[in-house]
């Protein structure tokens, strides 16, 4: 069914206008420019989607794109450069260079928490490398789904870059097609579906996943700076982030000291009721809202853990309070898979190498943050642990700078992108020796008779 447009994109992909440099440039600026033009819909798009704050909107799905798209235009000269090498010696006389070479057709797929950024960000990177892409944003996010069509019908060629719209079904027809890479943002599991259906035309995979990542907070902190950092990354979009903390691990002598500051700092950024916040997101769906209502549920009705602050929800608004969760045990369900919403399980430790093989017994998750002063603890778990990225005495900064790969690692993800790392994503770098014609060592070539000793020589 998208065959055709495949076919025109590939058609596209083959005139080498894409090859051209500032052809690349050209293109970044214009998506800078719709980006710009369209600020105010793409607010409303995701407020109407996630009733997510203009500022928030603004910081993680507008600034965040356009400082990467900045970030590419001011590197791109250098990233497509032709990279000179040294040969081996034996080589003599030889000249060795990498030249960056764009793939061809990308299909991006995105996910719904930051339905702009998830889709138009990695997309940067497919322009900067000289790619033709077609873009499938997620459908649960329908307002900003439209939108980026709406947009990009506008302003790009359907041949260059094109937006299809649609679901489960549209993803499948997508797949059964090939292309030079999937980009694929969303859960583990439909992630893996992905990866089955590229292996059938061999078609390069990069996923960035989920999963359940920790949030380890220690005695030596500034304990006032920690609980508003946890606070702001948790909640910020409900906790419908991939990055977001899933779970605390927090120090049994702090923990309480800890669980106040969050308190306090809840109020302070949502008031009495955040249901009445204008700072304060809803869950995206029905079906969202109800798995999140089933943990608290459960720990309502079979008391599988206790709820120290908020487990309030309103069902017709998608609204569930900011909620706080003690006494939670490893086999109860909120933990047993990425919670994904504003409830923050709290669990205890008394020793660090406890903690570090917490970590270490579950999937590698996308991120890991660490709360601490000490900066032997901090390479004890930095070098001890295995997870995609994070921050020491923050949380999710780290995804906003471009100079930092950002991905996964094992159920969490493969592959990386943002600034360089999105570039090398969607190129291919193509080695070639060049050698003139003088100077053609015989040895090399058969019959290799009495060879072998000076083979040995020379190349031994
Ligand atoms: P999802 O996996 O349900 O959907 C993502 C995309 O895949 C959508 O466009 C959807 O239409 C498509 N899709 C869904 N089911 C499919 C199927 N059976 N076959 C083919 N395509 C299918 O993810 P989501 O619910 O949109 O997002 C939530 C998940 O994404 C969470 O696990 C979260 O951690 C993860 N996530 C990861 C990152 C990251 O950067 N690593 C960012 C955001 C979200």
Redesign the pocket.
């Given at each position: 069914m998208f065959a055709e447009t495949i076919h025109n994109q590939r058609d596209f992909f083959q005139t080498g206008q894409t090859k051209d440099i500032s052809f690349r440039i050209q293109q970044l600026k214009i998506l800078k420019q719709a980006i710009v033009d369209n600020e105010a819909a793409i607010l409303n798009a995701l407020k109407a989607d996630l009733n997510k704050p203009f500022a928030e909107s603004f910081l993680a799905e507008i600034v965040l794109v356009v400082k990467e798209i900045e970030y590419a235009i001011k590197h791109i000269k250098k990233w497509t450069k032709p990279q000179k090498k040294s040969t081996p010696w034996q080589f003599i006389p030889a000249s060795a260079t990498i030249y960056p070479q764009p793939l061809g057709v990308i299909l991006i797929?995105?996910?719904?928490?930051?339905p702009f950024q998830?889709t138009i960000a990695p997309l940067i990177g497919a322009i900067a490398a000289g790619n033709c892409a077609i873009l499938?944003p997620?459908?649960?996010a329908c307002h900003t789904s439209n939108l980026i069509a709406e947009i990009f019908n506008q302003y790009f060629d359907k041949s260059y870059l094109t937006v299809i719209e649609g679901?489960?079904e549209t993803?499948?027809q997508l797949?059964a097609e090939k292309f030079d890479r999937i980009f694929f943002?969303?859960?583990?599991a439909?992630g893996k579906?992905?990866m089955e259906a590229a292996a059938k035309h061999l078609t390069p995979v990069t996923l960035?996943?989920?999963g359940k990542s920790p949030c380890i907070v220690d005695t030596d902190i500034d304990l006032k700076v920690a609980a508003r950092r946890i606070t702001w990354g948790k909640f910020l979009n409900a906790g419908q982030a991939?990055l977001a903390p899933d779970y605390l691990l927090v120090n049994k002598k702090i923990k309480e000291n800890l669980l106040n500051e969050i308190k306090k700092y809840l109020q302070e950024f949502y008031g009495e009721n955040p249901a009445k916040s204008p700072d304060y997101a809803r869950i995206i769906n029905q079906k969202q809202f109800d798995r999140l209502v089933s943990y608290l549920k459960d720990i309502k009705d079979l008391k599988n853990g206790k709820i120290i602050i908020g487990g309030e929800t309103i069902c017709d608004e998608l609204y569930i309070a900011p909620t706080l969760i003690d006494e939670i045990s490893w086999q109860d369900a909120i933990m047993q898979e990425?919670i994904?919403g504003p409830i923050l399980p709290v669990i205890e430790f008394t020793n660090y190498q406890e903690v570090i093989d917490i970590v270490n017994s579950h999937p590698k998750p996308?991120a890991l943050y660490l709360f601490s002063r000490n900066q032997s603890l901090q390479k004890q778990v930095i070098a001890g642990t295995s997870f995609g990225g994070g921050c020491i005495n923050h949380t999710m900064i780290h995804y906003a700078a471009p100079c930092l790969p950002f991905g996964?690692i094992g159920n969490s993800?493969i592959g990386s992108y943002h600034g360089k790392a999105s570039f090398d994503t969607f190129s291919h770098y193509k080695s070639i020796v060049k050698k003139p014609f003088i100077l053609d060592v015989k040895l090399l070539y058969p019959p290799y008779k009495n060879k072998l000793s000076l083979i040995k020589r020379i190349f031994g």
């Open positions: 797929i995105g996910a719904w928490n930051f998830l499938k997620s459908e649960i679901g489960v993803s499948e797949l943002t969303g859960g583990t439909v579906i992905i960035e996943l989920g991939c990425e994904f996308l996964g993800g």
